[in-house]
């Protein structure tokens, strides 16, 4: 099966490789099983800008959603999980744009700063995408559409060891996974 | 000028008085982890032909090299100048004596069938004109660094009481430049940085590596799917296991010290706990259940205890607790945040990454909490991994001038650091314990 991202409002379609989305929120209903298991859906993971976004196999990313929504970025304060009216704002506009197409899923991507432990801010990327979930779920969004995954600081959006930089690795993403709809076509 | 005969006339008394236990003159003097070094001779190693080649140079000479390296890494000896090389004649012992030697490193290599190499290893007692130990060493020649490393665990042994911690292996994660953030290498190598290979195919971001405690198998973090998972790895032939841990986002993955099963952090529902997985069977078992973030988990050597971490009173403290999840007690109670604990491997002491200002660094306690104290100053170190040793851990450092990671090993003064893996962004080091 093939699925599909808006590549734009105009209708451009990406190809992306099949069901990352569905077997990724079967994996949050498993129960313990046995080593080895786990069949792994092949993933062509690319990430970050510079990247061809008209590539077949690749996957939604960032832009996507900015070229709908104007925001696919929201930013946290140090250590903490809260929204902030700004970040709740964009959230709407997600939320109202996820209602205009249903079959489009997300996957929230939580992301934390230099100054804390690797594990911790694992564990505290993790709580911010989950507080996304909950915002948009409350917002409309069915959450068998969202997943949760957290980078802590493996993926800074900033370099640089300053708290200038590292105010920009404070933030949650909302990367496109979807699939074509008649409507949209 | 009396104040600077006092003291050395005290100096005599010491030297004269100290080592009267004959049992064992040559003990490295450590008091509160710094040592009075011991003067140590290392000639180059001698040749029994037929003579062997380490990497086109004179495998004696090459063997020295290493040996010397090691133990002057550790601050816990000092090197003797001796410009003579082994000889096959019995050992005079007089230069070494007139040099200040007290012990004395003598090696024999050769080559023998089948691609091995044999490696005498004798460690002399130079005041009391004997062996202290003696080791008969045989690796296959393509392993010829760990016949040195051998050599230097035997001389460490010998001279300190703890296993030596040079024939390990270190785990790190390299990020080239222009893949940081997307992609990242697990590579293993020698615990000195030499005879570095990758683990994994650089297609993926993976993080958080740890031994098992038979230095085999080893588990890490790989984001080869958009939510991480956790990958069990043989270390010989590359084969991998994936753990299957019900959704939730997994990280800081730690080896039982019995090899049986692995303790995670799960983050799910706002809020992320501490697991295990018997590896066996699959069956999962959480171990806290509270708000906020427990990660982090370092099992206690002899299984009983997990040392983790923990913002349920407010920033990040260390608290330990039964390895079934009984009796939690916070253990840190210092200025600032406390992080990433790890349990050494005698037992007693607990290193951590302390957070103050933004500043990260390496700090060491008694495994209670007691005497704390800080052997880096930052301001971006952090992952420490213990030496089998207990007498050094590896890190992971950063400065504002050099951003890019790099992994240094230090010892727990602080004073005795240097680097082991550098190039481009390293991190994540985890130190195995002594090979078999």
């Keep these: ?151 802590g600081k493996q993926q800074p959006a900033a370099q640089g060891l300053s708290e200038a930089d590292q105010k920009l690795n404070r933030r949650g993403e909302t990367v496109l996974l979807g699939q074509s709809d008649a409507s949209q076509n | 000028m009396t104040r600077f005969v006092i003291p050395s006339t005290l100096a005599l008394l010491a030297v004269l008085t100290t080592p009267t236990s004959a049992q064992s003159p040559l003990r490295v003097d450590i008091t509160e982890g710094v040592a009075t070094p011991l003067p140590i001779a290392i000639p180059d190693v001698a040749h029994v032909s037929p003579p062997a080649r380490a990497d086109g140079e004179d495998m004696g000479v090459a063997l020295s090299r290493i040996l010397r390296n090691d133990l002057l890494s550790t601050a816990f000896y000092r090197l003797v100048p001796s410009n003579q090389r082994s000889s096959e004649e019995q050992i005079v012992f007089a230069p070494f004596m007139q040099s200040g030697a007290q012990a004395l490193v003598i090696g024999r290599v050769r080559a023998v069938e089948g691609g091995q190499l044999s490696y005498d290893c004798t460690l002399y007692d130079v005041f009391a004109g004997r062996i202290a130990a003696s080791k008969p060493i045989l690796v296959r020649t393509d392993q010829w660094r760990r016949a040195a490393h051998k050599c230097a665990d035997m001389v460490f042994l010998a001279t300190t009481g703890d296993p030596g911690h040079f024939d390990t292996r270190l785990l790190s994660i390299t990020e080239s430049d222009f893949a ?19 683990l994994t195919q650089g297609r993926e971001l993976v993080a958080m590596p740890a031994f098992a405690p038979d230095g085999e198998r080893i588990v890490f973090m790989s984001y080869d799917t958009p939510v991480p998972g956790l990958v069990i790895m043989d270390v010989a032939n590359g084969r991998t296991a994936k753990l299957n841990i ?106 951590f990454t ?77 130190w195995s314990g002594t090979r078999p």
């Design chain 1, 1 to 151: 099966m093939t699925m599909y991202v808006f590549k734009s409002g105009k209708s451009r379609l990406l190809r992306i490789s099949a069901l990352a989305a569905v077997v990724l929120l079967a994996g949050c209903q498993r129960p313990t099983q046995l080593l080895p298991a786990a069949p792994i859906f092949e993933i062509k993971r690319v990430a970050g800008p510079g990247r061809d976004q008209s590539e077949p196999g690749s996957f939604a990313t960032q832009a996507d959603p900015a070229q709908f929504s104007g925001a696919t970025t929201i930013y946290f304060e140090s250590g903490v999980t809260d929204l902030s009216e700004s970040a709740r704002h964009i959230l709407d506009i997600q939320a109202e744009w996820l209602d205009r197409h249903r079959d489009v899923k997300v996957l929230l991507e939580g992301h934390a700063d230099e100054f804390g432990s690797r594990e911790h801010q694992i564990a505290l990327g993790a709580r911010r995408a989950e507080a996304m979930k909950l915002y948009l779920a409350a917002r409309g969004v069915a959450v068998n559409r969202m997943s949760v995954t957290s980078f």
């Design chain 2, 180 to 198: 940081a953030g997307k992609a990242a290498t697990l590579s293993i190598s020698d615990y000195d940085g030499a005879s570095a290979r990758g």
């Design chain 2, 246 to 351: 019900p959704g939730g986002v997994v990280s800081s993955p730690a080896f039982s010290p019995d090899g049986t099963s692995v303790v995670f952090s799960l983050a799910r529902d706002g809020s992320a706990n501490i697991f295990a997985v018997d590896i066996a069977t699959g069956a999962i078992r959480q171990i806290t259940e509270t708000i906020g973030s427990n990660t982090s988990p370092s099992f206690s050597p002899d299984g009983r205890s997990i040392a983790f971490e923990s913002d349920r009173s407010g920033r990040q403290q260390i608290y330990v607790m039964g390895a079934d999840g009984s009796g939690q007690r916070r253990i840190s109670f210092g200025r600032g945040a406390y992080a990433s604990p790890a349990w050494s491997p005698l037992g007693d002491e607990i290193a």
């Design chain 2, 354 to 430: 302390h957070i103050e200002g933004g500043r990260l660094r390496i700090g060491v306690m008694n495994a209670d909490g007691s005497r704390q104290r800080f052997i880096t100053d930052g301001p971006f170190d952090e992952d420490a991994s213990w030496a089998a040793s207990g007498r050094a851990i590896a890190y992971q450092r950063r400065s504002p001038d050099r951003p890019s990671a790099e992994v240094w090993i230090t010892d727990l003064t602080g004073k005795a650091r240097h680097i082991v893996r550098a190039g481009s962004h390293t991190s994540d080091p985890a």
